[in-house]
């Protein structure tokens, strides 16, 4: 079983249950995200102001057009036209490209990707892979605050990985956390997720299918994933709304004590193959001193936060005018 695989899947099933954009509506929303570890320090000095106080995007969807606005660059989806422009809003210049180039770029990319996978040599071991589990769990917190104007409650989502069979912190493992504020479900956000995916479907058509099948058979391979979005499907009711303040925490865990452990501390992961990926981003963590009379270190427990995102909507307004979604006057195509 291939770690990295188990991981990204589950980071996509996280980011599929908080996922929400706007339609004939114009929205504001911030982004910011923070590595830990080596990364998050180079990320920090050479990110700048996006990467310290993160990034403001104002969508606007109207018809079947729609801009997406950062500080210095935009894109325009035109689905009508089957074109996507990205603006360069500092030169006053922008480029187009159509929905076939798009595809054409995309089947070029798993092509090679395919090539690469092919060429990898098997790795030799007699030694059985360990399967792993994943668990979903939501719960509502009771808690309310207002984000934006808008009245919202409190849903935790906490999705965690660990070898079958063993706990958490005894073989180590990966805690995804997601904290969601909560609103009434909002007609146009709603409607924007509709644009979303008529854009997919319009690029990728018959490749989305095979993504599909793709992540059919993994779900076969790695039985832990069906139970997890059976359980999520059920869990899932409690996310009945739009999330105005999502907070997603990516964490490692593990077991201080033996050797293994230690080095995955080190490396500022969690314990076990799964610690892995947290040394990779992670940051060393101490272990939290024992309580009197505990039988010491050893079992004390670890958390290592390797990556968070914040996600906030600013603003929504209900009126789109037609040069929201149009190429401002006086740029020129490069």
Not at 68 to 77: G, K, R, W, Y
Not at 126 to 139: G, L
Request: charged share 25%; net charge positive.
């Amino acid at each position: 079983m291939r770690i990295r695989s188990v991981a990204v899947l589950s980071a996509a099933l996280v980011l599929a249950s908080t996922l929400g954009i706007s339609a004939d509506v114009k929205s504001q929303q911030k982004t910011q995200i923070k590595m830990e570890g080596m990364l998050g320090s180079v990320a920090g000095m050479f990110g700048g102001k996006a990467m310290k106080e993160g990034t403001v995007n104002t969508i606007a969807v109207k018809g079947n057009r729609r801009m997406s606005t950062t500080d210095n660059s935009a894109e325009l989806v035109d689905l009508d036209a089957e074109k996507v422009y990205r603006l360069d809003l500092r030169g006053k210049t922008y480029t187009v490209k159509t929905f076939a180039e798009l595809r054409a770029e995309f089947q070029k990319a798993m092509s090679r990707g395919q090539a690469e996978v092919s060429r990898e040599k098997p790795e030799k071991s007699d030694a059985r892979q360990p399967e792993f589990e994943i668990s979903v769990d939501v719960k509502k917190t009771g808690q309310q605050k207002t984000v934006a104007g808008f009245s919202c409650d409190q849903v935790i989502m906490t999705l965690t990985i660990h070898e079958k069979g063993k706990s958490l912190d005894d073989a180590g493992g990966m805690v995804f956390t997601t904290d969601m504020w909560m609103a009434p479900k909002n007609p146009a956000l709603q409607e924007n997720m509709a644009f979303e995916m008529k854009y997919q479907q319009k690029v990728f058509g018959d490749l989305a299918a095979a993504a599909g099948r793709d992540f059919a058979q993994a779900m076969a391979m790695y039985p832990g994933m069906k139970d997890a979005m059976a359980r999520l499907q059920t869990e899932g009711q409690q996310l009945d709304g739009t999330p105005m303040l999502t907070t997603m925490t990516v964490a490692g865990a593990g077991k201080p004590g033996g050797s293994e452990a230690r080095a995955d501390q080190e490396r500022g992961g969690g314990g076990g193959a799964l610690g892995a990926l947290g040394g990779l981003l992670g940051r060393k963590k101490k272990a939290e001193a024992p309580a009197a009379g505990a039988s010491g270190a050893s079992d004390a427990k670890t958390r290592a936060t390797i990556l968070t995102t914040i996600t906030e909507v600013l603003s929504i307004e209900s009126t789109v005018a037609a040069g929201d979604v149009e190429i401002p006057a006086g740029f020129k195509q490069k």
